[in-house]
């Protein structure tokens, strides 16, 4: 089998140029030219870590010699479902894991594909299952669809060329006909792939929801018992959604068997995610099982859950906070406004470093905070997020938004805040004197921005800044010059990135960026409107006076592939400024990359590899 065909993507087929080498042959690999420099095995290693992520370069690095190749497949192999999965090589990837099938597997396969006509596969010479870290369930799914299309079409191969999900719509029509087959398939080699790699260092699986390919069998009964075949697990994202047309009990008591049987062998957690969108939001039973599951881990350090439970059952949040008092460093709610029984919670985290709020529920008013109730308490955060969007303002969001600045105190460093009051702008300036990384959305209060930036930002160290003030529908007649110069005045001259998400008109913009003092290395546009040449031209003469100091500029589209500006206004623009691209999300989390987990495994595969002389 070529590796080229099974592990490149399209682009880099055409890119990487490679010559037909069959997977086989690694057993008798080329042989290698004398001048090669031999290396210690753990320095391959850590030369091709900066590779992990371009398999055009782990593919050529396959024919270097034996070491060489084993190395490479750690990182080819390590995740072999994923987004950038093209269709045609899903089929091969399916093709290459029916060939470690039982017999019995076999057998059963080929009872319910006879009519598609599935032929044997031939043996392989390397257990590639041993090298898999991480599992995605859905794309696995869409792969073993795509397999199954594949083999409905006479097996032609010209049928497929791009990704999983844009090639899902040419067999769209199919579905229906091979949902059964697709899950029955999915089982016996999901289940067969867990048994063999599990005991072999499977370290993130993910489950997540998929409306057409996944569904209601995501929680299949291969993933209810899976047993000690987990046992290695470190990561795992759990997303799902209900839909109406589904038995809702039924659901609800497979997660809840899932979480009582994982606690069982499942002990070692570093990041945890589960999120359920409900329109109940609530869920005790899956609530009280996934508490439970919390508890059994020894080193949790990120946990993003729903609040799941009754705004009774006071006692959950001391629960889970005990449970890892020590490990808890991040901490991601999707939905939750019990506040006062979190942060009393929280405060007892020693390490915690972020807290953050993607959806918040209306409050409850049964739900008092005390006065003096959290008094002397404190909170160890560094970074603090909230959502996008608050659809609601009550004095309680304030007062508790209050509390966690005051808690987290001098200890603040990022904050992305979207429900903003004076109250909390005057909490910021007497509390949290070293904020580096702000970001605030402004949805009331217009008349009043200019005076409370002007009280909060020139103290601050700040770095980077980022400005969303939703006023595309307000009245215009308050965005005078004055008052947007006051608040480039009130920019500090520390702050090196700048985000600009409001409307302002041009000649404006170029008034408000000769007000600022900074010295900015990066300016972001979030406003759509303002990817064209007249915007590009204002930030080209701020360069410019600024001694070319300004190194990147973002809009919110790539600008060479909108079309709002032509080739020519880049390149020229380009003169001034080495980077214009597309704006990263300005409020994304630091820790959303994921945690570096060492691959325990990965040494041990390293030690067995030949580190002799190749001639």
Excluded at 48 to 63: D, P, V
Excluded at 475 to 502: C, M, R, V
Aim: hydrophobic residues 40%.
């Amino acid at each position: 089998m070529d590796i080229a065909s099974l592990l490149l993507t399209e682009s880099e087929e055409q890119s990487a140029n490679l010559p037909s080498w069959n997977f086989e042959s690694s057993v008798n690999p080329p042989i290698t030219p004398s001048e090669i420099p031999q290396l210690p095995s753990d320095i391959i290693y850590q030369i091709l870590r900066n590779f992990q992520y371009c398999r055009s370069s782990l593919n050529k690095f396959l024919q270097i010699n034996r070491t060489w190749c084993h190395i490479s497949l750690i990182f080819l192999w390590s995740c072999p479902f994923d987004v950038s999965l093209k269709a045609k090589n899903s089929v091969l990837l399916i093709q290459t894991l029916l060939s470690f099938l039982s017999e019995q597997e076999k057998s059963e396969l080929k009872l319910n594909l006879s009519c598609y006509e599935l032929s044997s596969e031939n043996s392989i010479t390397y257990n590639y299952l041993e090298y898999i870290r991480v599992f995605d369930l859905k794309h696995f799914r869409l792969s073993i669809l795509h397999w199954i299309s594949y083999l409905r079409n006479n097996k032609n191969e010209d049928f497929f060329s791009d990704s999983l999900v844009v090639e899902l719509n040419k067999i769209y029509n199919d579905i229906p006909i091979n949902y059964s087959t697709v899950n029955l398939a999915s089982e016996i080699i999901s289940n067969m792939l867990f048994k063999k790699c599990g005991d072999n260092g499977l370290q993130h699986l993910i489950i997540e929801y998929d409306d057409i390919v996944t569904s209601n069998y995501v929680i299949s009964r291969n993933i209810i018992h899976l047993h000690n075949d987990l046992s290695q697990l470190v990561n795992f994202d759990f997303h799902y959604k209900f839909e109406r047309n589904f038995d809702k009990n039924l659901l609800i008591n497979r997660i809840v068997e899932m979480f009582e049987n994982m606690k069982g062998f499942v002990k070692n957690l570093r990041w945890l995610e589960v999120n359920i969108e409900h329109e109940e939001h609530r869920i005790p039973k899956v609530g009280k099982a996934l508490v439970e599951f919390i508890e059994e881990q020894k080193n949790l350090e990120v946990l993003g859950i729903n609040e799941f439970w009754t705004y009774e059952e006071n006692e959950i949040y001391k629960r889970i906070c005990k449970s890892q008092q020590k490990s808890l460093k991040h901490v991601r709610f999707y939905e939750m406004c019990n506040f006062k029984e979190l942060l009393k919670g929280l405060s007892e985290c020693n390490n915690l470093v972020t807290l953050e709020f993607l959806g918040l529920s209306k409050y409850n008013s049964n739900i008092i905070l005390l006065k003096d109730e959290l008094e002397r308490k404190e909170l160890s955060i560094k970074n603090f997020y909230t959502c996008e969007a608050i659809t609601f303002d009550t004095p309680e969001i304030t007062k508790y938004f209050i509390q966690i600045i005051k808690m987290s105190n001098k200890n603040l460093e990022t904050l992305t805040l979207t429900h903003i009051t004076p109250d909390i702008i005057e909490t910021l300036v007497r509390f949290c004197p070293n904020i580096t990384h702000l970001s605030l959305f402004f949805t009331r209060h217009f008349d009043l921005i200019p005076d409370l930036l002007s009280v909060l930002l020139p103290p601050l160290p700040l770095e980077q800044f980022y400005l969303k003030i939703h006023n595309e529908n307000s009245e215009s007649t308050i965005y005078t010059q004055d008052y947007w110069n006051k608040i480039a005045i009130s920019i500090p001259n520390s702050i090196i990135h700048l985000g600009i998400d409001f409307k302002i008109e041009k000649n404006m913009l170029d008034m408000f960026l000769k007000e600022c003092k900074a010295k900015l290395r990066t300016i972001s546009l979030f406003q759509r409107y303002m990817l064209n040449r007249h915007y590009l031209q204002i930030i080209v003469q701020y360069a410019k006076k600024n001694n070319n100091l300004l190194k990147e500029l973002k809009f919110l589209w790539d600008p060479k592939e909108s079309g709002f500006i032509s080739n020519s206004n880049l390149e020229d623009a380009k003169k001034y400024i080495k980077v214009i691209s597309k704006v990263d999300p300005f409020n994304k989390p630091f820790y959303d990359i994921k945690l570096n987990i060492p691959h325990k495994k990965d040494q041990l595969l390293m030690s067995s590899f030949s580190c002799k002389k190749e001639t």
